[in-house]
């Protein structure tokens, strides 16, 4: 997933979640000016505002040759062309473009975590998983970071170890699942890792209350055959979804119906 910009930092790039399956989020934060300086006839926008703005609009390419105008010795200037070579899913040109932002700034937490993201579309998953790492040694209390590990983790199969990576980013966070200003670059997982996501995005948002939303992903998770309606009754983490009419209903379309009296109980199969 990738940010997209945010007031009042003219969006500053947000992770977020959409009703399908989790992508890698790229991170980045963004400049312009505010209003009062847009409206002085004394302004003059700098590259790199310019480039904001056309990145706002999804004008990615132009916004690239705005900020090759930019002063080349930053960081972030090379962490926006990434981000924008990428929206364009130009991920070889986004993955120099953190290079060099890195190499100007190696502690450039935002640019390691984006380099994640690259290697997530790569479906390098491994690569993906000891960048995200790398980057929370700089920055260990980003959500959005953990929450990406958590997918790389799930992404290698290692589900214990992503919802333990998802729990931590609830922890931070607690609507970091609810975000909704996202682009989504490219699916780089199989049926089955998505299923897999599905099932633990579908954890987490019991975690944080996000009830519907979760029986949404459950939905999906049981389409992409990663689980089964005895799965799901079986696990303590979903238990409370038994009384919710929504999730009975989804139960029943599996051939699995719970007693209303005693939504424990499968009382047909």
Request: aromatic share 8%; with cysteine; glycine share 4%.
């Amino acid at each position: 997933m990738l940010h997209l910009y945010r007031a009042p930092r003219i969006l500053g790039w947000l992770a977020a979640i959409t009703a399908t399956v989790q992508i890698p989020l790229v991170e980045g934060q963004l400049q312009s000016a505010t209003p009062q300086a847009v409206t002085s006839p004394q302004f003059k926008a700098t590259p790199e505002q310019v480039g904001d703005s056309l990145m706002a609009h999804q004008r990615y390419q132009a916004a690239i040759e705005a900020y090759k105008n930019a002063p080349q010795d930053s960081s972030e200037i090379w962490n926006k062309m990434g981000i924008a070579y990428q929206l364009m899913l130009n991920v070889d040109d986004a993955a120099r473009s953190y290079q060099k932002a890195l190499k100007l700034d190696p502690k450039n937490s935002v640019a390691i975590n984006n380099m994640g993201s690259v290697y997530m579309a790569k479906k390098e998953f491994g690569k993906a998983e000891r960048a995200y790492r790398e980057a929370l040694k700089l920055d260990p209390k980003s959500a959005l970071i953990h929450k990406n590990l958590g997918t790389a983790q799930l992404s290698e199969k290692k589900y214990k170890k992503g919802w333990e990576s998802y729990q931590e980013a609830l922890r931070l966070d607690p609507a970091i699942f609810e975000h909704s200003t996202s682009v989504r670059v490219e699916n780089p997982a199989s049926i089955q890792d998505r299923g897999a996501m599905n099932y633990y995005m579908a954890k987490s948002c019991v975690k944080a209350g996000m009830v519907a939303r979760a029986i949404d992903y459950l939905r999906m998770a049981l389409n992409e055959g990663f689980t089964t309606p005895k799965k799901i009754l079986a696990d303590a983490e979903l238990a409370s979804l038994k009384t919710v009419p929504a999730f009975q209903q989804l139960m029943a379309s599996q051939g699995v119906y719970l007693s209303q009296e005693n939504p424990a109980a499968v009382v047909r199969q």
